[in-house]
């Protein structure tokens, strides 16, 4: 069933989220860290083109989504503009391009609040200082 462009836009972004979740929680977040580091010293110990570049889509975000926009176009049937191949295709490549948005502005949002925290830190231990003198 071919749906309009706006339920394709919609199925669009809802769809870009849980693939920019899964990318980033293999990739990022400690659940997933002795896996990870794992394919990380593989990625880099191995000489082979194949098995190397297999081991490093654990660690990249950006090339595990495209993986993970594979899974989801093969369970959905979601395609774009076009109901054939070429619907599948732009389907791709725009899921990849909105979910690595969504990983992005995630990223700056948690770096901001990292920040946040180490500068409460800080002002949290002079004032201690300060009391103490």
């Not at 394919?39 to 090339?63: A, D, M």
């Not at 989801?72 to 990849?96: E, K, M, N, P, Q």
Request: proline letters at 2%; charged letters at 25%.
């Amino acid at each position: 069933m071919l749906h309009s462009i706006h339920y394709q836009i919609i199925y669009l972004f809802l769809l870009s989220i849980p693939v920019a979740c899964i990318s980033w929680t293999v990739t990022h977040e400690e659940v997933f860290r002795e896996p990870r580091d794992y394919c990380e010293k593989k990625s880099k110990k191995l000489k082979s083109f194949l098995p190397k570049k297999f081991f490093y889509l654990f660690t990249c975000e950006y090339c595990f989504s495209h993986y993970i926009v594979l899974l989801f176009l093969f369970i959905t049937r979601f395609h774009l503009l076009y109901f054939d191949w070429r619907g599948y295709l732009i389907a791709f490549f725009s899921l990849v391009w909105i979910a690595n948005i969504y990983m992005s502005m995630f990223g700056f949002i948690r770096v901001g609040l990292k920040r946040e925290g180490m500068e409460a830190k800080i002002k949290e231990v002079e004032l201690k200082e300060c009391k103490d003198e």
